[in-house]
């Protein structure tokens, strides 16, 4: 396997990544990270790895409640490419509180959304405790299909379920001290018990954090659903953020609590790895991931298994018409 060394894993075939090599890869940057005291990054490298996603369990756990009526906001109906397929979606997912590989959609179904609170609070006029149907009263739910970029450099087209974030501020208004914003994620250790690897010395709970203009944005987007179901747990039920124009793990997962804050707040793969995962996380495929190109992504479409079509990755994810001036 020697001469696939210098190729990054997304260019392999995904016949050549057995998960041989991926376990030989993984020994291999587990024993060079461990020594830098960062072993947990190892799993960022797994974005390759096929996950097989043809268990008849695993339709029952996005087969929920339709969410109805549902108009789908003009400006979000469609993008370059199709939407990806759910069973694949909802099969191969990031959520490191329920393991440390892409197949946590069996043991995130232990996430308790029964009776879920989401506080919002800090530098703000009106602090509020929403439960889930507070939130679908007060908020005007649209769908929109946002294309989405994992920083391992796969991606996938997806339809969400949500409101503007800016509606939120709107109703909690923010003080003129508020300069960003904290979002954190559902944590308990008896049932987050983590990718088992550094366990108790990773920094939970899972937070991250936005500029305030950032949340501003018209793009920023909590999901309740996903598919025009209630959302799936693997995908961070009951609600979770969504920044189209950002690498994936800036969107946490089941969110119980967002704070209005004067300074930066420390967010979970900063924290981390500081180097590698940037506060800002914009898209950019002119800025290579210290070990791996961001300028192609694999992207998962509508497709039965798993085809990963090699595509140009966009500056900030083809969203630059609604942000760019944010940074510049
Ligand atoms: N709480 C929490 N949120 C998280 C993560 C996580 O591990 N924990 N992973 C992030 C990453 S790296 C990605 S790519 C996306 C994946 O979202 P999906 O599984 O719904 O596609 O969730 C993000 N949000
Ligand atoms: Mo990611």
């Known amino acids: 396997m020697t001469f696939f060394k210098n190729i990054p894993s997304w260019q392999l075939p ?25 072993g947990a990054t190892a799993t960022t490298l797994l974005g390759c790895q096929t996950s097989q996603a043809q268990s008849n369990d695993l339709e029952s756990t ?8 549902l108009p789908t906001n003009p400006d979000f109906r469609r993008v370059d490419r199709p939407i990806t ?10 959520f490191y509180e329920f393991g440390g590989d892409k197949s946590i959609w069996r043991s995130a179904q232990n996430l308790p959304t029964e009776n879920w609170k989401v506080e919002v609070t800090g530098l703000v006029k009106n602090p509020r405790t929403y439960d889930l149907d507070g939130l679908r009263k ?16 796969w991606s996938m087209a997806l339809p969400w379920v949500g409101f503007p974030m800016k509606d939120l501020m709107a109703a909690v208004e923010p003080t003129s001290a508020a300069k960003f914003v904290r979002f954190t994620s559902f944590y308990d250790s008896k049932i987050t018990t983590g990718p088992g690897f550094h366990v108790g010395t990773l920094p939970w709970p899972y937070q991250e954090g936005l500029r305030l203009e950032e949340m501003a944005n018209e793009l920023a987007f909590f999901a309740i659903g996903i598919y025009g179901r209630e959302l799936p747990k693997q995908h961070g039920a009951p609600i979770r953020m969504v920044l189209p124009w950002k690498y994936g793990f800036k969107g946490a997962k089941s969110i ?22 940037g506060f800002m996380a914009n898209v950019d495929p002119t800025k290579p991931h210290p070990r791996w190109s961001q300028a192609r992504e694999k992207f998962i479409g509508n497709t039965e298994q798993f085809d990963w079509e090699i595509r140009e990755t966009l500056p900030y994810n083809g969203y630059g018409e609604y942000v760019a001036n944010l940074y510049a």
């Open 138 to 153: 007060e908020f005007s739910l649209e769908e929109r299909i946002y294309r989405f970029r994992c920083v391992e450099a």
């Open 256 to 277: 119980v609590k967002i704070e209005f804050v004067d300074q930066q707040p420390a967010t979970y793969w900063n924290t981390l790895i500081p180097h590698e995962y």
């Open 14 to 38: 995904e016949t050549a990544v057995t998960s041989e090599t991926l376990y030989g890869d993984r020994r291999r940057f587990l024993k060079s990270l461990i020594g830098a005291g960062i």
């Open 62 to 69: 996005f087969k929920l409640p339709e969410i109805k009526p």
């Open 85 to 94: 397929n759910q069973t694949l979606a909802s099969s191969y997912n990031n």
